[in-house]
């Protein structure tokens, strides 16, 4: 089976484990490296607590990143993860999870407001999963932003309009009626000027809807919109993909 592990300079824990001779590189940004290689599925069970013990946590399948509080290193970890796994990310996952998760937070939109979003960002898009859901089907103008911009490449040529960091910046005020973040809040990477802008392009009434995978990183999430300076108003849904929430931009 294979394995993907993010290390950084501080963690070097590969060194001296003698099956990470054969692991390719993948991914390198700053002090953050991506590693791929195949381990005996029978192997498994002992790896994982080999990893866990090297305080590397098992984000999804066999995707592991080093447990940091730091939010900028964190940022660092997760985005070298998914650069290096574009290619083989629709491989890993079950993309109809994924596609049927987009979904639900459209649905729970409509629900709330009585209609279907107009104009809708999904952040954290990936290399394009939400393509494979309904939404483009539902929505009129759907843009995707991701900040490995190894997935915005692959997203935009499987025809997903994606905003570059600089052109998400550039937007105005109030351009969204809702934003979309499927699979994306519980790694807790957003800083608190990412908030500010999704705060400022989500038009006051419109609703950012997220889940948190496995519930991790809930209490982040309603930090985070405590400092930020936009009001929003917190609804939350049990889910298949573990918390739903739906924040509302009151002011
Ligand atoms: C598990 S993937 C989910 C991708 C897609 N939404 C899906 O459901 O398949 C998480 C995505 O969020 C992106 N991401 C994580 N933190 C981000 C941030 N702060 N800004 C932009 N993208 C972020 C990652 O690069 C990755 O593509």
Partial sequence: ??????????????????QAEN???LAVEQDARLYKG??????FAEVDAWLHAHKLER??????????EDVVARRTYVRTLFAGLSNFYDGE????????CYDTL?????RMTGHLPRHVLDFGCGPGTVLSSEVPRLVQHLKGFDFASSNRALASERGLGVLTPEQLEALPNDSFDAILSAF???YETLSPSDIATLGRVLKKGGI?????????????????????ACHWQLDWAPSPYGQLVFARRLA
């Fill in 1 to 18: 089976m294979r394995i993907y592990i993010v290390v950084g300079s501080d963690a070097r824990v590969l060194v001296g484990w003698s």
């Fill in 23 to 25: 692991f390719d590189c």
């Fill in 38 to 43: 195949d381990i005996a599925e029978t192997d």
């Fill in 59 to 68: 984000m999804f399948e066999a995707c592991y990143l080093p447990v940091v």
């Fill in 93 to 100: 996952i079950n993309k109809s999870v994924n596609a049927t």
């Fill in 106 to 110: 459209l649905q729970g939109i409509s």
């Fill in 184 to 186: 994306v809040l519980h």
């Fill in 208 to 228: 950012w809807a997220g889940n948190f995978h496995k519930d991790w990183g809930m209490d982040w999430f309603k930090g985070s919109l405590l400092k930020c």
